[in-house]
């Protein structure tokens, strides 16, 4: 520091003195505004409708993730076989837009999930203001799939945990009941759906045994495929125990007691702190020009 004052070379010093004075200046400034920031902040999270979140948790049935002798045997005739269901076809399953659509057709959840924007007398969609910029898309409209998949793209939560093989599955409503029983509304159709596609899958499959039954006479082959026939007629009527079929309940939908969110409390202390540190930044670099230049000084 001597030999820069000797040199005269002050542009490389930190001058901490200047920087503390500086902001002792400008402090209650940047708090003024950090304050306003967060006044605003709170206000509008207060005009945001309270949501919250229901979830569940759900495992692989055992008896689905067991393998079967008779899967080779099947697959030598052609036949489709199911694979155990895993964590991550049910993954698959509660993220597809099929069964989201299934969902809201079946239950018609826009009251809930929508109740600000459905109309029930008309069964229309008010335009949002995103909706008043789009041209030809202005008046009500009936919601469709579409809606419910972009709703679902919203509220929906979907994760695995592989570690413990685990599928946990949340929905955010403005309604505490009616999130509770959305999540139940989605592992119904969810259930419903594995089981139509076995039904489907072994009405196929003995359709096409009793095919190759009619067309060989040879009695090895015969009694092979009956032995193939009645393992289909197992699992259809496996799949027909609605409990245990497809997966396990672990968690089931509760009604939450708190919201989920806006976190009003923290969303106004962020917005202050981050409006806090901006504005001292931009008065002290303010600051600090005008003292470096006289001419700017009032």
Known sequence: MEENRRTGRTDDLIDLDGGFAVFLRIWWKAAMIAIGAGIVALIVTFLLPNLYSAAAIITPSADEGRPSPALGALSSFGIVVASPTKVEDLETLFRSNDLTARVFRKYNLWPVVLRDRYDPGSG?????????????SRGPKAPGDWDAMRAAEKSLTVSV???????????????????????????EEGKSRLQEEAFDRASRNK???????????????????????????????????????GFKLIDSPWVPERKSSPQRAKTALLAAVLAFVVAAVLLGLRSGRRAADPSARP
Do not use: C, H
């Not at 592989?162 to 946990?168: L, S």
């Not at 007629?233 to 799949?239: G, P, T």
């Open 124 to 136: 229309a969609l008010k335009p949002s203001w995103t909706d008043r910029l789009i041209p030809g």
């Open 161 to 187: 945990n592989r570690k413990a093989g685990t599928v946990y599955l949340a929905f955010e409503a403005p309604s505490a009941e009616g999130a509770a029983k959305i999540v139940g509304y989605y592992l």
């Open 207 to 245: 359709k096409f045994i009793e095919k190759q039954i009619a067309a060989t006479s040879d009695p090895v082959t015969r009694e092979r495929l009956y032995a193939l026939y009645g393992q289909e007629v197992e699992r259809e009527m496996l799949a027909r125990n609605r409990e245990q079929f």
